[in-house]
């Protein structure tokens, strides 16, 4: 696909799905597999209209010189209604995972009327302990690529993805290849792409009660999919933020990490259809259960 010039960059985006499909789908982070969440939200059983979008800093969309004074995740927030702008969508829905999900909290608070839903994927704003305008996560995995620490780098991403039982032999063979392939990605990826920490959500916001009250303004029809085993975004924080999120709907994975978006695509988009057709009016109804009215005496 080509780059979608805006204001004043060209943001790199991918588009899945037909024009007229019922709903559309925009997603930004600095980058996507190709295949899974959320681009198989084009497919059946959704069908949706799918824009991945890659944030400017990454990739082939523009990169900036300097860090963005408002921070990334605001920047990369507006370069999402601008880029709907430039394609004439007026109002979406908006999904995103991890930092990408950071995003989406932004145009929540920033520009609601734009957003039809929100669905963060293991996004939910992280717990506060200190240091706020910097994600732990990857500061480390920053600092480990710099070091040349492959083993360091590859540690740190096994701690996103959460723990397994001895017993799940097969998913482990297949989080050792996500892995891998994780690794490589960072070891390779060019120094300017690789010096981006987006921070936190909201990192005005210093305590877990601050957090709270930032987000009980959010009045969007808000989905939040967490993992219990997630490594950098506590079971803790999605639940703080689905208590403070007014009418918000979460699912919470017990054996499932940071990874989710590329281990269980399948479950997610189920569960996206479902929110949607809630938001629609159209999910189906559970079948009425059939009762014996005979009437019994009793003596």
Same mark, same amino acid.
């Given at each position: 696909?080509?780059?979608?010039?805006?204001?004043?960059?060209?943001?790199?985006?991918?588009?899945?799905?037909?024009?007229?499909?019922?709903?559309?789908?925009?997603?930004?982070?600095?980058?996507?597999? %190709?295949?899974?969440?959320?681009?198989?939200?084009?497919?059946?059983? $959704? +069908?949706?209209?799918?824009?991945?979008?890659?944030?400017?800093?990454?990739?082939?969309?523009?990169?900036?010189?300097?860090?963005?004074?408002?921070?990334?995740?605001?920047?990369?927030?507006?370069?999402?209604?601008?880029? $709907?702008?430039?394609? %004439?969508?007026?109002?979406?829905?908006?999904?995103?995972?991890? #930092?990408?999900?950071?995003?989406?909290?932004?145009?929540?608070?920033?520009?609601?009327?734009?957003?039809?839903?929100?669905?963060?994927?293991?996004?939910?704003? #992280?717990?506060?302990?200190?240091?706020?305008?910097?994600?732990?996560?990857?500061?480390?995995?920053?600092?480990?690529?710099?070091?040349?620490?492959? %083993?360091?780098?590859?540690?740190?991403?096994?701690?996103?993805?959460?723990?397994? #039982?001895?017993?799940?032999?097969?998913?482990?063979?297949?989080?050792?290849?996500?892995?891998?392939?994780?690794?490589?990605?960072?070891?390779?990826?060019?120094?300017?792409?690789?010096?981006? +920490?987006?921070?936190?959500?909201?990192?005005?916001?210093?305590? +877990?009660?601050?957090?709270?009250?930032? @987000?009980?303004?959010?009045?969007?029809?808000?989905?939040? @999919?967490?993992?219990?085993?997630?490594?950098?975004?506590?079971?803790?924080?999605?639940?703080?933020? $689905?208590?403070?999120?007014?009418?918000?709907?979460?699912?919470?994975?017990?054996?499932?990490? #940071?990874?989710?978006?590329?281990?269980?695509?399948?479950?997610?988009?189920?569960?996206?259809?479902?929110?949607? +057709?809630?938001?629609?009016?159209?999910?189906?109804?559970?079948?009425?259960?059939?009762?014996?009215?005979?009437?019994?005496?009793?003596?």
């Amino acid at each position: 696909m080509p780059r979608q010039p805006i204001a004043d960059a060209e943001l790199w985006y991918d588009e899945y799905g037909d024009d007229d499909a019922p709903e559309v789908i925009i997603s930004s982070a600095m980058g996507f597999a %190709g295949e899974g969440y959320p681009e198989r939200l084009a497919d059946g059983p $959704a +069908n949706y209209k799918v824009y991945t979008v890659q944030a400017r800093g990454f990739g082939r969309s523009t990169r900036p010189q300097e860090p963005p004074r408002q921070g990334w995740l605001g920047q990369w927030a507006d370069d999402v209604i601008a880029f $709907a702008d430039a394609r %004439g969508i007026d109002r979406f829905i908006y999904t995103g995972a991890s #930092h990408g999900a950071g995003i989406g909290w932004y145009i929540a608070m920033r520009r609601p009327e734009r957003l039809k839903a929100f669905v963060s994927v293991v996004g939910a704003p #992280h717990d506060r302990y200190g240091v706020t305008d910097s994600s732990e996560g990857r500061r480390k995995v920053i600092e480990a690529r710099l070091n040349g620490d492959t %083993g360091a780098v590859r540690s740190q991403l096994e701690t996103l993805g959460g723990w397994l #039982h001895d017993d799940e032999t097969k998913r482990r063979a297949q989080r050792d290849a996500l892995l891998d392939g994780a690794v490589a990605a960072t070891m390779t990826r060019d120094d300017d792409e690789s010096q981006i +920490n987006q921070g936190m959500p909201f990192p005005e916001a210093t305590t +877990n009660d601050e957090v709270a009250d930032v @987000l009980r303004d959010v009045r969007v029809p808000t989905l939040m @999919l967490a993992g219990m085993r997630d490594g950098i975004v506590s079971p803790q924080a999605s639940l703080r933020a $689905a208590m403070s999120v007014r009418d918000a709907k979460a699912v919470f994975f017990e054996s499932e990490g #940071h990874f989710m978006t590329q281990e269980i695509p399948e479950r997610l988009i189920r569960e996206v259809t479902l929110f949607i +057709n809630e938001i629609n009016g159209t999910a189906e109804p559970l079948p009425r259960p059939s009762r014996d009215r005979t009437k019994v005496d009793t003596i």
